[in-house]
């Protein structure tokens, strides 16, 4: 029975480390996707290069078909009007015009050398060839001024990434503790057994080797069944091209787990070994098991109370993450123009950026979006926490699925007396195209702010990758970017991707209407140029990886939530064994069950509200909601383990069991 609860609740452990391999899988997926056989990424630097772009490309033709390295370039999708990547192969491949994603997110496709004609040869490059010539190929074009860097696929690297991010860490951490209480659990089935081992005369390192490979064999039995169910169900549904890299993460991470697992039971089958004396006096085989009991129970009870904060606050923020997901996607379309060049030529190229600023609004193909926090302006901003500059067409993008009255006019003259107030209005002087040393916005501007209940997504400033989803942000509306803002400033704006552009294909014809494109800046003796990058993407990625936090935090607290659960169940198992002389004539007496078990649980009761009130002190107040449910969870279990536990100790005795 015992080794159908341990394989049972190990196979849920299990299952548990098969959905963050998914995730690794995923993110190495990304980053080489499996279905064009990418093991090896490299970057090409032209920075110190003396070629032009066009010998550049050729000599990677060359040198790609000579030494058969396949090599795609990733690039943008200039033909589409979504977020997506396409890779251009340099060379004639035998790779599929489309494929599919392990996320199951969109296709990829596969395009011609064509696509790369009027675009730049540096950038990220896939080698879907042989890779044993890369060493040749960094060297051939560092001879000529190109800096190559490789990065090679490794389940090992996503996993490290992974583990980085806290929820993922937790997920690990609750995958011990619960190995851990396994172990326990295990020992005090096999402790009656070991003591009569041992008072037979079996050597120690059998005993050992008997109960711990025992315990091993229960563990693998488990993985093995788990790891079968889960590499079928990614063949089957995700193909089986995924289920290497799948079991390559999944079987490392089981056999850590595994092997903690039985560092666990050694260490405490060695410190609670039987003794002469414990044997000489007939007591409890799991006797020597209780203080192991004690403290696994107490560790386990201290990570659920203390996970509990992060899990809820992750919940909470589901709903938010949901809701950045679907505002990145109708920016999916939007692309920034990227700077790959000194500062001294970006001042050059100023005046141009502010045509092709003033021309993109002409056709309302520009949006913009700058934000001043309170926290990074330093600065009092009464009821606001942020004000953002934006224009029309950003609004329209931010609130084309909300509420008609998501947003309410605020009166001019408050805002001037919030601009004078916070020096804000001396910072628009600066950034201002018109030089208005009097800090007072234009009267063209028109003001608002969120209803109760809406949050407007918004660029913060010098950040324009990341949204912001305030709810008491001050929207100032600029009617004209161009017009507000001057040459040097939109520049910076750009820069950062504070000023975005509607279609990939729609930025590159801006650039070459405006000389800004690369051939056009090379005949004006630029060694730098501009590129054109999708927004969305690493922001759909993120809120991605959000959800699966969100997950894995609540997991892992149900694995810890079991973990405490074993551990409370083995210790007052222990406790009822060794209680078992006193409570049998006390229950035959007529006492109640509640009496007789009133001091144990009293005094682990009292334990537990300390271990709480010590989480709260390090956690703080704001988590004193989800840590006292998760207390009074564990308060719930501690009384009735221990009067399960009593009753079948009662059982045991009155059937001479025990």
Known sequence: MYKRVVMIVAGALFGLLALVATIVTDILDRDFPQALSAQTRIGVDLNKSQLTDKEVLGKLTELDARWNLGLVKIAPDLAGDRDQRVFATLNDRDLPATFSWFGGDGAGRVVG?????????????????????????????????????????????????????????????????????????WLSMKARSRALRVLGGCPTARIQLQDLGGFAGVLLLSAAMVTIAAAVYVGASRGWLYV?????????????????????ALAMSASAWPSATML????????????????????????VVSA???????????????????????????VAITFGMSDQEMTAVEPQIGKLVQHAESHD?????????????????????????????????????????????????????????????????IMS???????????????????????????????????????????????????????SNLTSMMSTGNVVFTGA???????????????????????????????????????????????????????????????????????????????????????????????????????GVVLVFVVLLFQGISSAGPVLLAGVCGFIVIPLSHVFTARWCFAGVGKRRI
Request: no cysteine; net charge negative.
């Open 113 to 185: 050398k064509d696509r790369l004609t009027n675009s730049p040869p540096d950038g990220t490059y896939l080698v879907t060839g042989e890779s044993a010539r890369i060493g040749e190929l960094e060297g051939a074009l560092g001879d000529v001024g190109v800096r190559v860097t490789r990065t090679d696929a490794s389940v090992t690297s996503s996993l490290e990434f992974v583990m980085k991010e806290g929820s993922f860490g937790a997920a690990i951490l609750a995958a011990f503790a619960l190995i851990a209480t396994l172990a326990l659990f």
């Open 433 to 487: 195209r018109r030089q208005d040393p009097s800090g007072e916005l234009p009267s063209t501007f028109t003001y608002l702010q969120p209803t109760a209940g809406f949050r407007l997504p918004v660029s913060e400033g010098g950040s324009g990758q990341s949204l912001q989803f305030l709810s008491d942000v001050l929207i100032a509306v600029v009617p004209s970017v161009h017009d507000a803002f001057n040459d």
């Open 308 to 334: 509990a904060g992060p899990a809820w606050s992750a919940y909470q923020n589901s709903s938010a993450a949901a809701a950045e997901t679907a505002q990145w996607k109708q920016l999916a379309d939007q």
């Open 505 to 607: 294909a729609n930025a590159q014809h801006l650039l070459e209407r405006t000389g800004l494109s690369t051939q056009a800046l090379r005949e004006q003796g630029f060694k730098g140029e501009l590129g054109v990058v999708y927004i969305a993407e690493e922001g759909i990625l993120r809120a991605q990886f959000t959800a699966y936090v969100v997950w894995l935090m609540n997991l892992a607290l149900i694995a810890l939530f079991v973990a405490f659960a074993v551990a409370a169940v083995v210790s007052a198992l222990i406790t009822s064994l060794l209680q078992a002389k006193r409570d049998f004539p006390l229950r035959l007496s007529g006492r109640s069950w509640a009496r007789i078990l009133q001091s144990r649980v009293a005094r682990e009761l009292g334990a």
């Open 244 to 264: 290497s890299p799948f079991l390559k993460s999944l079987i490392g991470l089981e056999s850590a787990v595994i092997a903690v697992s039985l560092l666990a």
């Open 365 to 429: 193909e520009a949006a913009f979006s700058y934000t001043f926090t309170e926290s990074a302006f330093q600065a009092d901003f009464g009821q606001y926490s942020a004000v953002s500059f934006v224009n029309q067409r950003w609004l329209d993008l931010m609130t084309g699925a909300a509420q008609p009255q998501a947003l309410t006019p605020v009166p001019s003259d408050r805002v001037q007396d919030l601009m004078r107030s916070s020096s804000l209005g001396e910072q628009f002087a």
């Open 280 to 303: 000489a006096t007939r007591q409890p085989a799991v006797r020597s098991l209780r203080t192991a009991a004690i403290v696994v129970q107490a560790l386990t009870f201290v990570l």
